[in-house]
């Protein structure tokens, strides 16, 4: 199961990207045509070489299962995939995922979903009783087993009641492949890609995904060699050939792993200068420089703006000198962030609020108690 | 003359103002704008162009003479090395306003976001002037070269919000930013200096808020009722001696 070498090493991706996100607190179902609509507004920000989407709350039917979303480019990756998938999870349910054949989309590969649990092997009673590991952990490790063993598979996404979609076209393109309109959440975000130094292919549009993070990027990351190599320490393995992938290993590491709250987590990611951290009070100060030292090789350099989304929320966070837009709205109980206001007002015509939030400043919105 | 812009694509809508500008229109209204690209771009006729809507980035870029209404928010880039002519949009603006603008008058009621005024400039007669009239982001008036930039602070959504942002006047080597009510000196960059406006600076001043608040219905004594700062470069040249020693 030793993978290729990938033809192109390129480390990094300069992207003049589109982003769009929504939220609904309590909850409130979506059809996907919303976030279409948004992202399509912005069509002109990508160049046809990568769309995707993230949506929570999908599948409730199968809320307790992780919802794996896989990516095929050949026949003996799925071969091998089922195989190791078999050995090492209960499948609820397995199919393929719904696709419309459309002239915009030439040559996709084959997509498949899953809603598994971990089997109880002895491996996996090892990895519980003696490593100290969770149900999350041992997803996490399958997750890099199958990206960076198995030749021409991908996972796509791995959380629950949840999926990424993406692939190579223009984001309405790839949700018309993906049928989205036919999907509710109460989390969306949208992405329009604009690759400059990677491949635009499957695997490298936006989302990136790990259990149920996602994590929609405009901008490049420099500091990815510094971040890629920090993951890898704690068994995180880069394979998606673009920077962005380091953010959702980050927040997986920091959030999940470190117990970080998520405004402490941003912090890391887009931690302020040092001159300004000498010049707060002396609490936060010391709080502040702690985050620098222990995490500076999770600090990300370069111009961004993301967002990132669990089951817990949605988060958009810019780079601490706000090299690229975001701007924010919200009306009643939704909050909207995107590159630009107009694909808020497309869906939103009058917002509550409209705000530009500052950089390095994550705006955090969680879902309501006791929804999701 | 209406447009109706509901869903038109940028190109089809800036050809259609292009042709209706060639035709000899001087007032054009266009209706359900959203965030269409490039609107005014390079139109060198004084036309009035009243927008209904959010207009997309590059908003009255390279543009000599004419003059656009926004009645909603801006967005980004608006004035991008614009010549001449007005642009005035009745609620908030994005990033990055007045990019190398060269001359003309860029006015926005509420705030504006990072690196507005970067790199304006003026020369004779071409005197660029950009007012805000709510509160501004960091690296305001970034590499100024040339013009005026004024900030009112007055007139913002967020009560919570400091007047300006961090490093404001970064590299900043000619013309001159006015604030409403003074600056946090903590917050400027080490090129510019704070001075009290001359009596020919006040006088400038008042003909320049003038204008604005006639643009928005805005009372000129209430407007002037706080003193302003004067914020001018310490130096023509604040990095001639980065990498070598200027002579002298």
């Known amino acids: 199961m030793n993978k290729l070498k990938p033809t192109h090493r390129f480390q990094k991706d300069i992207s003049n990207c589109g982003l769009t996100g929504f939220i609904s607190k309590s909850g409130k179902l979506v059809g996907g045509e919303v976030i279409i609509k948004s992202i399509a507004l912005m069509h002109d920000r990508g160049n046809g070489l990568g769309g995707g989407f993230a949506a929570y709350g999908i599948y409730p039917e199968y809320k307790d299962f992780y919802a794996f979303h896989m990516m ?11 195989e190791y998938l078999d050995s090492n999870f209960h499948i609820e349910q397995q199919e393929d995922i719904p696709t419309r054949r459309t002239k915009a989309i030439a040559t996709p590969p084959v997509f498949k979903r899953y809603f598994i649990k971990p089997l109880q092997t002895d491996k996996y009673k090892e990895a519980i009783q003696f490593q100290n590991m969770t149900d999350d952990d041992v997803v996490v490790g399958h997750v890099m087993r199958i990206n960076n063993e198995i030749e021409g598979a991908f996972v ?4 629950k009641n949840m999926g990424a979609f993406k692939g190579v076209g223009y984001p309405e393109e790839i949700a018309d492949f993906f049928r989205l309109e036919e999907y509710t959440g109460y989390i969306w975000t949208a992405h329009n890609r604009f690759p400059t130094n990677t491949p635009g292919w499957w695997g490298g549009a936006h989302p990136f995904t790990l259990l149920d993070w996602s994590i929609v990027h405009n901008g490049e990351i420099s500091s990815y060699g510094i971040n890629k190599r920090y993951l890898e320490m704690y068994g995180y393995l880069c394979t998606m050939l673009t920077d962005t992938e380091v953010v959702a290993y980050m927040l997986d590491l920091l959030i999940r792993k470190h117990g970080l709250p998520p405004h402490l987590a941003s912090l890391a990611l887009a931690s302020p200068f040092w001159d300004m951290i000498d010049s707060l009070p002396e609490d936060e100060r010391q709080l502040l420089t702690a985050i620098r030292q222990v995490y500076g090789s999770a600090l990300l350099n370069g111009p961004f703006a993301i967002l990132f989304a669990s089951n817990k929320g949605l988060i958009g966070l810019n780079d601490r000198v706000k090299l690229r837009p975001l701007v924010c709205a919200s009306k009643d109980d939704f909050v909207y962030m995107a590159s630009e206001e107009a694909a808020i007002r497309e869906i939103c015509p009058a917002p509550d609020k409209v705000w530009a939030p500052r950089g390095g400043q994550p705006v955090i919105v969680e879902m309501d108690k006791g929804v999701a | 003359m209406r447009i109706d812009a509901k869903g038109v694509y940028y190109r089809d809508l800036n050809k259609k103002i292009r042709e209706v500008v060639a035709a000899g ?17 390079g139109i060198n006729k004084p036309v009035t162009i009243t927008i209904n809507g959010v207009p997309g980035n590059d908003l009255g870029a390279f543009m000599n003479g004419a003059t656009i209404i926004v009645k909603d928010n801006g967005q980004d880039n608006i004035g991008n090395t614009m010549n001449a002519g007005k642009v005035v949009v009745h609620g908030h603006a994005g990033d990055v306003l007045g990019y190398g603008m060269r001359g003309g008058r860029l006015h926005i009621r509420k705030d504006v976001g990072y690196r507005v005024g970067i790199h304006m400039k003026s020369y004779l007669e071409n005197k660029p002037v950009l007012i805000a009239g709510g509160k501004a982001g960091d690296f305001f008036g970034e590499y100024m070269a040339g013009g005026v930039l004024i900030l009112l602070g007055m007139y913002s959504d967020d009560t919570e919000k400091p007047k300006h942002g961090f490093l404001l006047g970064t590299g900043m080597h000619g013309g001159v930013i006015y604030v409403r ?3 946090d000196e903590k917050k400027l960059s080490n090129e510019v200096g704070v001075f009290s406006p001359t009596n020919e600076d006040e006088a400038e001043l008042k003909g320049y808020l003038t204008e604005y608040c006639k643009d928005f219905k805005l009372d000129i004594k209430e407007v002037m009722k706080e003193k302003f700062v004067k914020i001018v470069p310490k130096s023509s040249c604040p990095y001639g001696d980065m990498y070598t020693p200027m002579p002298r």
């Open chain 1, 72 to 82: 095929y480019e050949n026949d003996m990756a799925l071969q091998l995939t089922e």
């Open chain 1, 156 to 159: 796509v996404s791995s959380g």
């Open chain 2, 25 to 41: 229109a001087d007032k054009i209204e266009l209706d359900n704008v959203n965030g269409q690209y490039f609107i005014g771009d």
């Open chain 2, 181 to 183: 009510g003074g600056v």
